[in-house]
Nanobody, 129 residues
């Protein structure tokens, strides 16, 4: 089993920044994918960003490209989502997700909710003046 714990959410004004963290623990593994998804009230959970751990390959939704950056800290088993130039439409519960990789997957897999086996509890991000 893999446990994921998110932190770093909160209230921020439009144009501001936040950094979310997701700490992974439990089963050890050599290669995995980690992603961030978000869900606004009344909407489906949507892809935000993902990273392939060993290679550092990153993937972004068009809506956040150029504003959000996903990164990882190997020593801490932690993935980050740096969010800049936040907009009211970024308001949502942000979820961290993980999948242990057993082979190569093309980039399109990383964008799908069903690709991920483990999920965190979510952290609220509210962008409002």
């Amino acid at each position: 089993q893999v446990q994921l714990v998110e932190s770093g959410g909160g209230l921020v004004q439009p144009g501001g920044s936040l950094r979310l963290s997701c700490a992974a623990s439990g089963r050890t593994f050599s290669e995995y994918a980690m992603g961030w998804f978000r869900q606004a009230p009344g909407k489906e959970r949507e892809f935000v960003a993902a990273i392939r751990w060993s290679a550092g390959s990153t993937y972004y939704a068009d809506s956040v490209k150029g504003r959000f950056t996903i990164s990882r800290d190997n020593a801490k088993n932690t993935v980050y989502l740096q969010m800049n130039s936040l907009k009211p439409e970024d308001t949502a519960v942000y979820y961290c997700a993980a999948r242990i990789l057993s082979g190569y997957f093309t980039s399109n897999f990383y964008y799908s909710r069903s690709f991920y086996d483990y999920w965190g509890q979510g952290t609220q991000v509210t962008v409002s003046s």
